[in-house]
């Protein structure tokens, strides 16, 4: 058995606040979000454009552009997705269910970067 795992790096401008904090993140701030979509698979494309690889990069932009522009990229990210205490883990997950609902093939785990020193991974279990 052999498997790749490839990942696209997305950014974002976005506010956010921790209601349930106790420290200086329950005040309403902004951070440079950085993150990472992992894709996963055992075989790579033996013929086409994408010869050679698991898929394109490309392809896994396609998938994460429109949550940045409908969601994510300078807006407030408790109101824009629903997550009424939006932590780095609720976040990732969120992203990963969207990614999910929108059928990106392979999707392995997606990160999230709050900071430059914060961060989380998340991805579902077979
Ligand atoms: N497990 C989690 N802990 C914290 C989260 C989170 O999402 N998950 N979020 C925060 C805050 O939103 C904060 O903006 C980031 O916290 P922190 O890394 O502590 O930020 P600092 O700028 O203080 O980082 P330093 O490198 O320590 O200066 C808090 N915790
Ligand atoms: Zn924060």
Redesign the pocket.
Known sequence: MQEWIIYKEFRFEAA?K?PH?E???RRL?G?SWVGRIYVKGNELMTEGSQQGMIIDYGEIKKYIEPLLDQFLDHYYLNETTGLENP???LLAKWIYEQLESAKLPGLYAVEIH?????G?MYRKLD
Not at 114 to 118: A, F, L
Request: with cysteine; charged share 20%; net charge negative.
């Open positions: 956010h921790l904090h420290g200086k993140c701030h951070h932590t780095s883990e709050e900071t430059c020193t914060s989380c």
